[in-house]
């Protein structure tokens, strides 16, 4: 099993996010988007495609767009062939920017991008932890999840959705995660368990398929029990929730 | 007007919320706006509007449209038109060309680009003056307020213009300068700059006389001329910045100077008396180094922008940001950042100061748009970067009015060993190959000059402002991190910052001997720089690396294949001489020695000052709770989280404790990171300034800085035999006798602390004028000083994580103050906010303290300490209500005080080296042992309920923790 983290132009999560890979038992690679671009025939030796979190292009012409145009110019054809195959996908943080950007989720009319990560409510950089609970959703990436505590970290991270298209993507249950409250309730849009107020609570969205997973939160800083904030009042376990989104991963393969 | 095109693109909602939340006005929005220099046919436009927005989130406004897209939003009446002005960096330009010049391939060539911010709004023309002001700073923009409709006419007969930096067509021909001149006419060229051959100056080289008629001799033994570029590089290499030369001065007598005797000194004397030396690399590096594991080395370095944050907070902040990140790069073979710190010391958010630089003109920036400019930048630079930022603090004082601190702090790991060579020994070698990577060379900062916004128009571009760009730099410190390094292929590194290619050069020449530059072969930003300006040009995001020749291809192939710019522009040589050409003519030619050490060395008398005594002020009749809450709220004291939210502090999936402690959310006094996956191991970071305590008595200010940043990494749970400290020392008026004696005392008390905790310092930095002087509202002349403030940074390892502490008590713990507390109220919080006591001033017993350190750290590896903090600002009483806010535990306290002090100096005195513990009942007997003979009192248990109470015979305080929690996370007003 192997996974290509994509890099280059200000993504920076692409250690991390290898390395959580790594543990679950995947072989990887960090690949930059100009030697991907060079070669892309090299996507063949690989099972799932990761962009991981970051700045690229600085946010500048809105979070995700310029590297999505520079994907959508040089390596499109190959990306939506990866997600037609019995492949995985996952964007995290400014990779659910680009995917979102690139239309490859929700992907329900096949055509420009039919979502957009809009600034958050607060106007600000929102650094926090946050709860999120799995919808009624097939992607193997969120099998037997019901809850996960992982942290957020951006300033863009509020999905912009046409309302007719709200509810294809909720008859096609493509709702990946949801803000939930203290309570484990639907946040409702409430600050700071909703950290941008994404409406009904968005966290993360899939394609039709399921493997191909856009989502705001960032399971890799998560991946420890150590990562967890507070954490020495916990009863002590190896591993964070984040490492939930991974082990699924390598079980889709198994 | 030319005929070229705009596209602008209208955010559908977002984008202007926190601008409406601020201005009271929900009728504003914001557009995006792309200046072209050409024409687009409809294809073309079509397209790129395509490329550049997202149509879900954004309209594109046609000259067909507008008018109803914007009507539909509401009736606006003015536009506010913010562009950079001609050379600003526009980073947000240089990716729309990179994704169009990608898409569209061949089928567009030339042309230039400018981005645009454009404000709607209704309102009245005072709403848009005022939101003008706030948005945009005239330095570095221009701003243009039209009626709405002139501006829908100019839309749509395409009125505006791209403005280029358009320099005057000169020719260079070599300078040389004429030194046999009178003393009068000499100290013009040191204060006033160079004269231009129509009797213009071109900006203050700050050379005293004395320093002038030593390049004056050093030019008539080697009898001829100097260019002008060897004066401004002699300039550059003897300036304060670059030299420290008070800190290396003859002072009184104190011949070493205070640095060699007091800092370095102190770091000398600690090796000599420690055996197990994990200091690895000292001051002479961009940082200093320590040993980490036995694998990796750990730096860190901590510098300071503060000038030009006065000027562009957020362009200051940012550049301190990644200028010191590249002081990480630069650090041996090249570290790779993994956290970032940040200290602001400002003026009141909440006041207006009303300063000018000019007799009624030349404004100060108002002190809330500083602050949220400096928050900001470092808030971008970091984000941008991928570096966390956990460690920081903000403390206001009106003394900063003049001049807001900026301390920007990055710590770096590298492995000990790349290809079997020691990483932090570098060495450019004759012949190596001089190469210059990253960003582009502009007029930048060239004499960090100040001049005020009317004498800026589009023929002169910025030279006061640099603005850092964190993607460049990402991208370069990517490819050199990652790819040069680990393969070994180049022989030295440094970073270009203060004085640029002089500086950096200059710097590792000495390791060859010396160099030939070709300044022609410099990649621009524009035509039109002087050979000086090149040579000295502050522009960021660059780095200097010495190549072999055989390496020189594949690494600069290695730079291009990652979007990034390399240029050969010179070697290192053998020969101790500094060679600049220019299309092939000489311009400068000195010795190496004159130009590092041939500066006059200073000679400084420092005498006792008068001891400003705090005024006094009648303590408000008001009960103990009513005052707890009063400091709570202080600024500060009050919770630093909504920095702390908006910098990512988990990037690199390091943090594992993190700014914000406890359930409860409580702003934490060290942060640490685990920075290896495989290895457990942690690095702890603090630091403490007291600029308050330092009129009164310098000395025990800074013995209570370096006490503080110590305590704090005792109480996270590191090693205190891997405890490192970093010294930066802002003054004021360092050419004043009482301001240098200050410093003496300070220092001194540097060298006292530091060997007795046996904490080595290992890099440090000054900024030794920060005053500012010029004018209040009346006209009246006046100079605001900063107080002496002295920032020490601490970074220590942390063996184990179960060694890590944490803030929260469980119910049935009980809380115990190690350590003495005194009436120690004079300069406090509590005498600020609430009144003057008749008290002394915080002085830290070292022996004392260590005994307590030593002893906590005992108890703390047996599992017998709970939960524990450092007291420090508002003392046993702040420090006590934090616990309860972070655990949302109850705490009752019982006072029972000694040393015949009241109730008030009990609770808020700031004595130093005190901890509050707090542990289960069981653990008394074994933490009775170990800390036999050493002070601390048991001060109460954790209850579990939801109250904190502080009680005597009768209830003295008695309030609700969520009540505590609200005050002390309140708003700091005018931000």
Known sequence: ?254 | MTNTIQILSIEKTGKESSLQKEHNNKSIKIIDGYFFSRNLDDQKFTKISKLISNDVSQTILTKKNINKVLSSYCNFNWVVEIKFLPGVTDNIATTVKEIIKDNLKSSFKSFELGSTKIILIKGRKEDITKISKNEANPLIQTIKIYPFKQYLNNFKKNQFKIEKVKLPKKKYSKKEINLDISDYNLSLIGKLGIEENDKSRRGTLGLDLKSIKTIRNYFSTIKRKPTDVEIETLAQTWSEHCKHKIFSAKIDDIQEGIFKKYIKGATEKIIQLRKDNFCVSLFTDNAGGIEFNKDWIICHKVETHNTPSALDPFGGAITGIVGVNRDCLGFGKGAKPIANTYAYYLADPNKKYQLYRQKNKDPMLPANFIAKGIISGVRVGGNCSGIPTPQGNVYFDDRFAGKPLVFCGTVGIIPKKIKGKLSHKKKANPGDIILMAGGRVGKDGIHGATFSSEELDPNSPVSAVQIGDPITQKKMSDVIIRELRDENLYSSITDNGAGGLSSSIGEMAKESGGFIVNLEKVPLKYNGLYPWEIWVSESQERMTLAVRPANVKKVINRFNARGVEATIIGKFIKKEKAIVKYNKTEILNLDMEFLHEGYPKLNLKTSFPKIKKEKKKIIKKSSLIVKLHKLLSSPNIVSKEFIATQYDHEVQATSIIKPLQGEGRVFGNATAIKPLFDDEKSIALSQAAYPQYAETNPYDMAGCSIDTAYKNLIVSGANSKKIAILDNFCWCSSDEPDRLYQLKEAAKACYDYAVAYQTPFISGKDSMFNDFKGFDKTGKSVKISIPPTLLISSIGVVDKISHLTKMTPDDGDILLVLGNTLNELQDSVYSKIIGYEKSKNPVVNSKDALRTYRNFEKANKLGIINSAIGIDLGGIGIAVTKLAIASKKGLTIDLKLKNKISVDQFLFSESQSRILVSMKKNKLANFKKIFKGSDYTIIGKCTGLDVVEFKDNRKIIRGKISDFAKSYKQNIKGL
């Open chain 1, 1 to 254: 099993m192997n996974v290509l983290v994509l890099s280059g132009y200000g993504i920076n999560c692409e250690n991390e996010t290898l390395h959580a890979f790594e543990v679950v038992g995947f072989k990887g690679k960090i690949v930059h988007i100009n030697d991907l671009i060079q070669n892309p025939k090299q996507l063949n030796n690989y099972q799932v495609f990761a962009i991981p979190g970051g700045f690229s292009y600085g946010d500048d012409t809105g979070s995700g767009n310029a590297m999505a145009k520079k994907i959508l110019t040089n390596l499109y054809d190959q990306l939506i062939d990866f997600s037609l195959k019995d492949k995985l996908i996952i964007g995290i943080c400014n990779g659910c920017q680009i995917l979102i950007n690139l239309g490859l989720v929700p992907s329900l009319n096949k055509k420009d991008p039919e979502v957009a990560m809009i600034e958050n409510k607060s106007g600000n950089y929102e650094c926090r932890w946050v709860d999120v609970k799995v919808n009624n959703n097939k992607s193997p990436w969120l099998k037997n999840i019901s809850i996960l505590n992982l942290p957020v970290a951006h300033q863009e991270g509020q999905f912009m959705i046409p309302i007719n298209l709200l509810k294809s993507i909720k008859a096609n249950n493509l709702i990946g995660l949801q803000y939930i409250n203290n309570h484990k309730k639907l946040a409702k849009g409430q600050f700071p368990f909703n950290p941008n107020g994404s409406k009904d609570d968005i966290a993360a969205l899939t394609n039709q398929n399921g493997n191909v997973l856009a989502m705001m939160p960032h399971p890799e800083r998560a991946l420890y029990h150590y990562h967890v904030p507070n954490w020495q009042n916990n009863t002590p376990k190896k591993f964070g929730d984040g490492y939930k989104i991974f082990i699924n991963a390598k079980k889709f393969f198994a």
